[in-house]
């Protein structure tokens, strides 16, 4: 579906956004990615990867080991510049966004994303964000919102 035919059906600017990030995205850095199957951030990440999207869990608990068969890594300034990361999909407390995104924002040069998922927003961190060029969706997840534009 292209954005001409999504204005036609009524979709919002935010859906727009998530249409193309959902097309474009190639690299997701999920902070808080849990190794729990049980956990929310696992079955997000592990759609994803089902999607073709390369994951790179962020989980200092368990930095060195592996998640869905990718390297964690303690922080985002941790993750090697080559890996591309184009996405950071933040499944944290709302009060940790700021920081999280100071790191992408200095740590990723090839940043186009930031992500908050359901229940997590932070005006101040969007905003900074956004000044920086970036994308920012607030309280919402990949899992439910990338099948509507795939």
Same mark, same amino acid.
């Given at each position: 579906m292209n954005?001409?035919?999504?204005r036609d059906i009524g979709t919002s600017p935010v859906d727009e956004d998530i249409s193309r990030i959902a097309r474009s995205t190639r690299c997701i850095a999920i902070v808080g990615l849990s190794p729990n199957e049980a956990r929310p951030s696992w079955g997000v990440a592990r /759609?994803?990867?089902?999607?073709? /999207?390369?994951?790179?869990?962020?989980?200092?608990? =368990?930095?060195?080991?592996?998640?869905?068969?990718e390297l964690v890594y303690a922080d985002l300034r941790?993750?090697? =510049?080559?890996?591309?990361?184009?996405?950071v999909d933040i499944?944290?407390? #709302? $009060?940790?966004?700021?920081?999280?995104?100071?790191?992408?924002l200095? #740590?990723?040069?090839?940043l186009r994303t930031i992500w908050m998922q359901l229940g997590v927003s932070h005006a101040l961190a969007a905003?900074?964000?956004?000044?920086k060029g970036l994308t920012?969706? $607030?309280?919402?997840?990949?899992?439910?919102?990338?099948?509507?534009?795939?």
């Open positions: 954005l001409a035919v999504l /759609y994803l990867k089902s999607q073709g /999207y390369r994951v790179i869990p962020v989980n200092p608990g =368990h930095a060195g080991g592996t998640i869905l068969d941790a993750i090697p =510049h080559e890996t591309g990361v184009d996405m499944f944290r407390r #709302s $009060e940790a966004v700021p920081g999280i995104v100071d790191q992408a200095y #740590s990723l040069p090839r905003n900074r964000a956004r000044a920012v969706i $607030e309280d919402r997840c990949p899992k439910i919102e990338f099948p509507r534009f795939l």
